[in-house]
Nanobody, 126 residues
Framework: QVQLVESGGGLVQAGGSLRLSCAASGRTFSSYAMGWFRQAPGKEREFVAAISWSGGRIYYADSVKGRFTISRDIAKNTGYLQMNSLKPEDTAIYYC???????????????????WGQGTQVTVSS
C-alpha cells in the first residue's frame, strides 16, 4: 500500500512559479511510475506529467510542455512538479498518483493509476 501526500500549492501571480511535492509512504513507491494530474472546477481530471520509476521516461501534456518539470528523488521517496511561467488557466487542484503496473512506461490515463493523493490547490491570478 502506498499513501501520497501533496504539498506546495498556493496563490501565485501569472508568470510566477510553484514547486509541488508528493511525499510517499511505502518502500515500493520507488518502483512505481508517478504522475501528476489536475482538475479545474467543472472540468474532468486531466493529465499533466508522468515519470517512470527510474526517471528515464518523462511525458508532459502539450499545455505544460516547456513550463513544467517533473522529477523524483528515490532516496526521499518524493516526487516533484516544478511549475514556471504559470498562467491563470493552470488554476486547478493538482494530484499526484502512482502506477504499480507500468513502472517503466508511465501512462497519461488517470484510470491506470492505483494510488492518489488528496490534492493541493494551485491558483494563478491574472
Amino acid at each position: 500500500q502506498v499513501q501520497l501526500v501533496e504539498s506546495g500549492g498556493g496563490l501565485v501571480q501569472a508568470g510566477g512559479s510553484l514547486r509541488l511535492s508528493c511525499a510517499a509512504s511505502g518502500r515500493t513507491f520507488s518502483s512505481y511510475a508517478m504522475g501528476w494530474f489536475r482538475q479545474a472546477p467543472g472540468k474532468e481530471r486531466e493529465f499533466v506529467a508522468a515519470i517512470s520509476w527510474s526517471g528515464g521516461r518523462i511525458y508532459y501534456a502539450d499545455s505544460v510542455k516547456g513550463r513544467f518539470t517533473i522529477s523524483r528523488d528515490i532516496a526521499k521517496n518524493t516526487g516533484y512538479l516544478q511549475m514556471n511561467s504559470l498562467k491563470p488557466e493552470d488554476t486547478a487542484i493538482y494530484y499526484c498518483a502512482a502506477d504499480r503496473h507500468r513502472s517503466a512506461s508511465p501512462s497519461d490515463r488517470r484510470y491506470e493509476y492505483d494510488y492518489w493523493g488528496q490534492g493541493t490547490q494551485v491558483t494563478v491570478s491574472s
